[in-house]
C-alpha cells in the first residue's frame, strides 16, 4: 500500500522556522517527482515545491523562494521541507505528493496520484 505520511507542523510566531517530513511507504521516492503543496482557510490549494527523481534543481513558488528548501533522503524514504522566515501568509495545511508525471507538468495538483493526509501550519503575527 502506498502512503505518505506528513509530520512537523505546529503553531509558530512569524519569523520562526519549521522543518515538516514526508515519510513514504509501499513506493520509492527516488522515482517519483515529489511535491509540496498547501491550502489556506478559505483559498485553493497551491503549489510549493517540487523536486525531480533524479534531484537538480528544485522548483519553488515565487511566494517561498529563498525562505524554504526542500531536501530528500533517500535512506530514509522520506521527503522534507525545511520553512525559515514563516509569515502569516504561510499558514495552511501542507500536503505531500507523488506523481510519475514528466517534469513538466509538475505545478498542477491534479497530476499527483499520491497525497498524504496533511499537517497543518499557523504562523501568527
Known amino acids: 500500500q502506498m502512503q505518505l505520511v506528513e509530520s512537523g507542523g505546529g503553531l509558530v510566531q512569524t519569523g520562526d522556522s519549521l522543518r515538516l517530513s514526508c515519510a513514504a511507504t509501499g513506493l520509492r521516492i527516488s522515482n517519483y517527482v515529489m511535491g509540496w503543496f498547501r491550502q489556506a482557510p478559505g483559498k485553493e490549494r497551491e503549489f510549493v515545491v517540487a523536486?525531480?527523481?533524479?534531484?537538480?534543481?528544485?522548483d519553488y513558488a515565487d511566494s517561498v523562494k529563498a525562505r524554504f528548501t526542500i531536501s530528500r533522503d533517500g535512506a530514509k524514504n522520506t521527503v522534507y521541507l525545511q520553512m525559515n522566515s514563516l509569515q502569516p501568509e504561510d499558514t495552511a495545511v501542507y500536503y505531500c505528493?507523488?506523481?510519475?508525471?514528466?517534469?513538466?507538468?509538475?505545478?498542477?495538483?491534479?497530476?499527483?496520484?499520491?497525497w498524504g493526509q496533511g499537517t497543518r501550519v499557523t504562523v501568527s503575527s
Open positions: 523536486i525531480n527523481r533524479g534531484g537538480g534543481t528544485p
Open positions: 505528493a507523488a506523481t510519475t508525471i514528466v517534469w513538466g507538468l509538475r505545478r498542477k495538483d491534479s497530476h499527483y496520484a499520491y
